[in-house]
């Protein structure tokens, strides 16, 4: 599985554990940056990853700014993305079963590294259920998300 991974100044320390834990696991991750605690503008990682995951180059990307939330409002602007802000693992997992998500979002500056990994690991583990017989409202709801203009 590969993952991109970026952040800002504030989401950089959990980026760099996040990344070095997920590595030692076996996952592919390919850090986009920033590669500094300077201050910086997380539009510029979120739209790198983001455009990155959209074409294809990643199966998931993961985000990480302050709140999470500049990240996921910034990500989500890129058409086929669908970047969830999650505070716990049971977002984690609903992110994924319910709306596809394909980028985690996550709040630096309020996550503890542990629970990180711990929703980090919910978020690449579970599946969408619109691949299911029963999931089907899932997957029309999945499609209502994207742009038709």
């Known amino acids: 599985m590969r993952i991109a991974i970026g952040n800002d100044h504030a989401g950089f320390e959990l980026k760099e554990f996040l990344r070095d834990r997920l590595k030692s696991m076996g996952y592919e991750v390919e850090d986009l940056g920033c590669h500094y605690p300077t201050a910086c ?3 510029v990682y ?7 995951v959209a074409a294809g180059e990643f199966e998931f990307g993961i985000l990480i700014c302050g709140t999470g939330l500049g990240m996921s409002m910034s990500a989500n602007k890129i058409k ?12 984690a997992e609903l992110a994924r ?26 978020f690449l583990t579970t599946g969408f259920d ?20």
Do not use: M, S, W
Request: with cysteine; glycine share 6%; charged share 30%.
């Open 80 to 91: 086929g993305i669908r970047a969830a802000l999650c505070r716990d693992a049971t977002f």
């Open 97 to 122: 079963r319910h709306n596809n998500a394909n980028i985690l979002c996550l709040a630096g500056r309020f996550t503890e590294p542990d629970d990180a990994l711990e929703i980090t690991l919910r």
């Open 46 to 52: 979120a739209h790198k990853v983001a455009r990155a």
């Open 130 to 149: 619109g691949d299911t017989p029963q999931g089907q409202r899932h997957k029309r709801r999945v499609e209502l998300i994207e742009p038709k203009e």
């Open 41 to 43: 503008d997380y539009p």
